[in-house]
């Protein structure tokens, strides 16, 4: 699985240390920028490993959203009330089951003050609102929905648009990045690049260090408050998938092609524990604004959603329980009143002046899509979906000509060069930890000296996911390890 033992090495094996520092951040992604800031605020010696060249990492590549509420000043700005008890019950509701209650309380108690963190390390946000289901605004607006006013959410709080996008000209990921690399080397921070974390050094149950490799030296380090692991999830490993999350391999992946699960075994060979680790993220190649004008369904022609919620929890449920094999179905006026700026050149596989004749062409069973489109469009002549409740502003009836669209085929997000190929994913489970980003061993207990923040770890997570919990909970739950492991640090040194 990996090219060299992740075994811990007793510290008396260690005959020097070339570094000693308090806090020692393995990775550079939005997760370790925020927990070096944070150890380094507190008075913490810190260092950032990076196997890179420079710091980024996945997070640099995605869309840059933020999922942020509870009435942060882009939220007012637009119009909207929001409370940090509706932030929570949408994120208990939408993150699956057995998703962390703690830290989403958390999260979403303190969602405001993260926010103006954010803003005051300089991260932009811009105070407008993107209306439509999207997955990333073809313009720079600073707010999105994410599925919350859909059912059933909306029966279980308030819905307000919680999407806050970092401004910018296309995807925002990279905007964040620049600020917080811009910020860590303002900072005291040492950012050691091209140097892979090899083993964990331990003191009996501490971890004290870390043995790195850089191009071809071995360099040692003696970390007296905390080892932070921040280097993503396992996406990348195909062994590693196929072990815990069978059914994303052979997909696509959405990362910097660096995910590969090192650190979360690392932490595992000290001890630590996993959570979720089959969980992953299912970015699925469908436009919203086509899906939700019409309809989605599965290879039977059926359909198993309603349209209008958040596109990764369809991808979740079209790769778990029906393999991808899903089609979008529409008509003329539903592919027309989708922009052209957001179509991101899909076109229409199959196009036939009646039902019979697309599912004939598709190769569904006879029948079945006149029986579901029938069935919708009978309801959908009054407004209604009582099946699926899809709100009320997507529902009409289908009309001749007819189109559909093969998700598996892929599409071509305009910041990619190439086919998503039906769906890109990423990992979402990874090591157990606290709310101050402690690793827990198997008897759940923290791992003294071993902290852990982003996708290495499930976060908030269970099987759900919306966007903007990646770097909203890598960057809240990163500052709050690096925090932990420098007041350790302190705490030590007395």
Not at 413 to 424: D, L, Y
Request: aromatic share 8%; charged share 20%; glycine share 14%.
């Amino acid at each position: 699985m990996f090219t060299s033992s992740v075994r811990p090495i007793p510290v008396d094996q260690v005959e020097a240390f070339d570094h000693d520092v308090d806090v020692l951040v393995v990775g550079f992604g939005c997760a370790g920028a925020s927990a070096a800031l944070e150890a380094d605020a507190a008075g913490a010696q810190v260092v950032i490993l990076e196997q890179r060249s420079g710091g980024g990492g996945s997070s640099a590549l995605s869309g840059g959203e933020m999922y942020l509420g509870g009435g942060t000043s882009v939220q007012r700005a637009c119009g909207f009330d929001d409370s940090a008890s509706a932030m929570e019950a949408f994120l208990l509701a939408a993150l699956g089951p057995d998703c962390d209650p703690e830290k989403v309380r958390l999260y979403c108690e303190n969602s405001v003050a993260h926010f103006d963190w954010l803003v005051d390390q300089g991260v932009p946000f811009k105070d407008s609102l993107w209306p439509t289901p999207t997955w990333v605004p073809p313009t720079d607006d600073g707010l999105m929905w994410m599925g919350e006013k859909a059912f059933p959410f909306a029966d279980l709080a308030v819905p307000a648009p919680r999407g806050h996008r970092v401004t910018a000209d296309g995807f925002g990921g990279k905007v964040l990045m620049d600020v917080l690399c811009r910020r860590v080397s303002e900072s005291t921070v040492d950012v050691h690049v091209d140097t892979v974390a090899l083993r964990l050094v331990v003191d009996g149950d501490q971890v004290v260090g870390v043995v790195a490799r850089h191009f071809d030296t071995t360099v040692t380090y003696r970390v007296r408050g905390g080892v932070v692991i921040t280097t993503g999830g396992f996406a990348d490993n195909k062994a590693m998938l196929a072990e815990h999350a069978p059914a994303l391999v052979g997909l696509p992946v959405n990362s910097d092609g660096g995910d590969d699960g090192r650190g979360i075994a690392l932490a595992q060979a000290a001890g630590g524990a996993v959570r979720h680790m089959s969980a992953g993220q299912v970015g699925i190649s469908l436009i919203p604004g086509m899906a939700v004008r019409g309809m989605v369904v599965d290879d039977r022609g059926r359909r198993f959603i309603n349209e209008d919620v958040y596109p990764g929890l369809i991808g979740q449920a079209a790769l778990f329980k029906h393999g991808l094999r899903v089609w979008v179905i529409l008509d003329e006026e539903a592919f027309e009143a989708v922009p052209e700026v957001e179509r991101w050149g899909v076109r229409p596989h199959h196009v036939a002046e009646t039902l019979a004749e697309l599912e004939a062409e598709i190769g569904m069973p006879d029948g079945s899509l006149v029986s579901t489109v029938g069935e919708y469009n009978r309801h959908a002549e009054n407004g209604d979906d009582p099946y699926f409740h899809k709100a009320p502003e997507w529902v009409r009836p289908l009309r001749s000509p007819f189109a559909a669209i093969d998700v598996r085929r892929g599409i071509v997000p305009p910041e990619h060069g190439g086919s998503s190929g039906g769906a890109e994913v990423f990992t979402i489970g990874g090591l157990r930890t606290s709310t101050e980003g402690e690793v827990f061993d198997l008897d759940g207990r923290p791992i003294p000296g071993l902290y852990g923040a982003g996708r290495a770890t499930s976060g908030l997570h269970s099987w759900g996911y919306i966007s903007g919990t990646s770097l909203g909970d890598g960057t809240f739950f990163g500052r709050r390890a690096g925090i932990a492991a420098a007041r350790r640090s302190s705490t030590s040194a007395e």
